[in-house]
């Protein structure tokens, strides 16, 4: 997977995403784009309007919502803003694209539940991920090095619980690289 995230240099997504917060749920689309290593905008509408936009080139933020407009370093807690988890850019790079945040060390081995490998992550300030693999069927047969999993899972937690579920539904090949093509929040 490390070999994987290495290949990803850029990438767009497009998606709905609910937010509860202090005024209840709000749903809305969210427009993601990401260049690797550490460039992101990430541009949140509700109603066909923008509410809120986070920019990093890797150095420093920009951060809008409302009226209020924040510029300061870039730090992994910028993402906290957004989503809720302080992951750095390459981090949001790899859970779009089908793989795994760097969030710290496995909390213990990779574990067999209901037909996936399960490997739980903890990072800093709280923040953990449940990641969920399995090999495609066609891979059966073929060594274990030329067994590349795929992520169907990942659950985002920090000390006040879930921040995100994401279900990759489907895979399709780009540039030789698979990417999701299908998921679900």
């Known amino acids: 997977l490390a070999e994987r995230a290495s290949r990803v240099r ?13 005024n209840g749920r709000v749903r809305g ?6 260049r690797g290593p550490d460039k992101v905008r990430c541009d949140m509408f509700a109603f066909g309007t923008l509410v809120s936009s986070l920019v990093t080139d890797g150095q420093r933020f920009g951060f809008l919502q409302g009226q209020q407009y924040v510029v300061g370093p870039a730090r992994a807690c910028a993402a906290r803003r957004i989503a809720g988890i302080p992951l ?8 779009l694209s ?3 945040p ?5 909390a213990g081995p990779v574990r067999w539940e209901a037909g996936r490998s399960v490997l739980e992550l903890r990072g800093r300030e709280a923040s953990a991920a449940r990641v969920e693999l399995e090999l495609p ?3 059966d047969g073929l060594p274990p090095a030329r067994q590349p999993p795929r992520v169907v899972r990942i659950v985002l937690r920090d000390a006040q619980g879930v921040r995100a579920d994401i279900h990759y539904d489907s895979y399709r090949v780009i540039a030789g690289t698979l990417f999701p093509s299908a998921c679900g929040c």
């Open 88 to 95: 750095e850019a390459s981090e949001i790079a790899a859970v």
């Open 10 to 22: 850029a990438l767009r997504a497009h998606g709905r995403a609910d937010q509860y917060g202090r």
């Open 29 to 34: 689309e969210v427009a993601i784009r990401v």
């Open 98 to 100: 089908g793989g795994v």
């Open 102 to 106: 760097s969030l710290g060390a496995p």
């Open 137 to 139: 069927g066609d891979q």
